[in-house]
């Protein structure tokens, strides 16, 4: 595709279910990112991958939280247990290599009532 | 570990005023990216920046590169309504693991 594309763009869920959020980067880049931004607020890092593997998963809030990422292509966030304090917008973003400029997706954003 | 700091947090200018904002890393930086995000939107990659003192232009907006490698500014002339948005740098830091750690933003706000 011609951009890094997400789904789903909305989730609206009660508390203590479980979410799935997938991220498609632009094809052929190696590095994906994924940022949550609460309304007004900075992007906060979750986790970043290099190809399959996560070098850095310190931003990660919880063990309720976890990524992979398949094909050095699709990644998908899960969010176990969702709490409302996890209510926010998920970002993805990707790059051609480590460092280079990221190309964010639209979003998801997430409502947990 | 790392940190990425913006000044200011707020900025309401004038259209047609300039305006400016400022990033400073706690260490030394291999590069150097600026974001801008409009309200709603998501972020959108500008510009990178990566020898020491390097200035960059994209018509109205001014990038420059510290020559330490620790600080980078972002300088808008005669700002404009559509300059209004979010504008986030993001370091990526020299040793070790190549992270890149995005800056706190400065929110523009442009009155007509």
């Known amino acids: 595709g011609a951009g890094v594309s997400q789904s789903p763009s909305n989730k609206v869920t009660e508390k203590g279910k479980d979410v799935e959020l997938r991220c498609d980067p632009i094809s052929g880049h190696t590095a994906l990112y994924w940022y949550r931004q609460s ?16 070098p850095d998963k310190s931003g990660l809030p919880s063990d309720r939280f976890s990524a992979e990422r398949t094909g050095g292509s699709v990644s998908t966030l899960t969010i176990q247990r969702t709490q409302q304090e996890d209510s926010a917008v998920y970002l993805c973003a990707s790059s051609a290599r480590t460092g280079g400029g990221q190309f964010f997706g639209p979003g998801t954003r997430l409502t947990v009532l | 570990g790392q940190q ?3 000044i200011p947090q707020y900025q309401h200018v ?17 590069n150097i990216q600026w974001y801008k995000q ?10 990178q920046l990566v020898k020491s003192g390097e200035v960059k232009k994209q018509k109205r907006l001014t990038f420059q590169f510290g020559e330490a490698k620790k600080n980078s500014s972002l300088h808008i ?7 209004v948005g979010t504008y986030f ?16 933003g400065t929110k523009l706000q442009v009155i007509p």
């Open chain 1, 39 to 54: 309304l007004g607020q900075g992007l906060e890092f979750l986790i970043y991958f290099q190809g399959n593997s996560a």
């Open chain 2, 4 to 6: 990425v700091m913006q």
């Open chain 2, 14 to 30: 004038q259209e047609g005023e300039d305006f400016t904002t400022y990033c400073n890393s706690s260490t030394t930086l291999s």
């Open chain 2, 38 to 47: 409009r309200p709603g939107g998501h972020p959108v990659f500008l510009i």
């Open chain 2, 77 to 83: 002339t005669a700002t404009q309504t559509t300059d």
């Open chain 2, 89 to 104: 740098c993001a370091g990526m830091n020299s040793g070790g693991y190549q992270k890149v750690t995005f800056g706190t």
